[in-house]
């Protein structure tokens, strides 16, 4: 198989971005006329019935390997898509995915915090940088039970990303989705169940639909990330906020505000000018190891 280039990796993740747009686009077609944990849990339903067979055709090892922490990011996993309803179904579209384009400069104070890693003068600037944005975008005086929600699905991106380096690593993405998926299914079920609503199956079309474009998304990261180095194509992952606007626009009648633009500004160049300030980093220790070599 010949490498990918990475313009082609590139234009994969363009268009896995663009199909997250429309799963998010879905679950905001529904918006308040659906019973949130319902809609979660037919999510999760839809995501194991797509992903068993591909699992089971895989033939599988080390199956409960790793499961404590499988069954830690399921949950942080469930909270967050719980919020994620919320968020979508009450603000407009490009807001809320550009709050939720925050969890990479929240992965930063994370990953010191919990693997020790060294926070650098840049990521230190590029981190407040992208939360003073943040903060432009929802407005202080203007904080609501949304806005919160979206910080809560960050934070939960954040830490589920960050929970991936205790996974083992021999086992395939499709066996990490159907675990994430699965796990989560016993809480979530309880919490439809406290959530008294009556069944209403005429939903599950478009939570399959949703799931279906996010698995399609997760797909495209595979492919990307594992033939090309991160932070040369990480950046192609903030199109989805371009997805965003015009779905917002085109579907909903939703036209951002210049404090939008101007958050969303201040959250993605910090990110970019800090990968490729890491990517410089990296190529000259690389020319210095061959050089002393």
Known sequence: MKPMTVGLAMLLLVFGNQIAILSDALIKSVGNDVAVFQFV????????????????????????????????????????????????????????????????????????????????????????????????????D??????????????????????????????????????????????????????????????FPVAAASSTFILIYAATCVLTYRSVDSNKIASAEYSGLIGAVAVGLLWFDEVPDIFMALGTLMIVIPIIWLTKHENKRKQVHKKTAIIEG
């Open 142 to 203: 203007q904080i609501d039970f949304a806005a919160l929600s979206a910080l809560i699905v960050a934070l939960t991106i954040a830490v589920n990303n960050l929970l991936i380096r205790k996974l083992p690593k021999q086992q395939s993405v499709v066996h990490t989705l159907l675990v994430t998926n699965l796990v989560g299914m016993p809480v979530s079920l309880c919490l439809v169940f406290i959530e008294g609503q009556p069944w209403d199956w005429s939903a």
């Open 41 to 140: 849990f037919f999510r999760q339903l839809s995501a194991v019935l797509i992903l068993l067979p591909l699992f089971l055709l895989s033939k599988p090892k080390h199956i409960t390997e790793g499961l404590k922490w499988h069954t830690l990011r399921a949950h942080v996993w469930l909270f967050g898509a719980i919020f994620m309803v919320y968020a979508i179904s009450s603000m407009p579209l490009a807001t809320a995915n550009a709050i939720f384009y925050a969890a990479p400069l929240m992965m930063l104070p994370l990953a010191a915090l919990f693997f020790g890693e060294t926070l650098s003068g840049q990521t230190i600037t590029a981190a407040v940088m992208g939360f003073a944005g943040v903060l432009v975008i929802i407005r202080p």
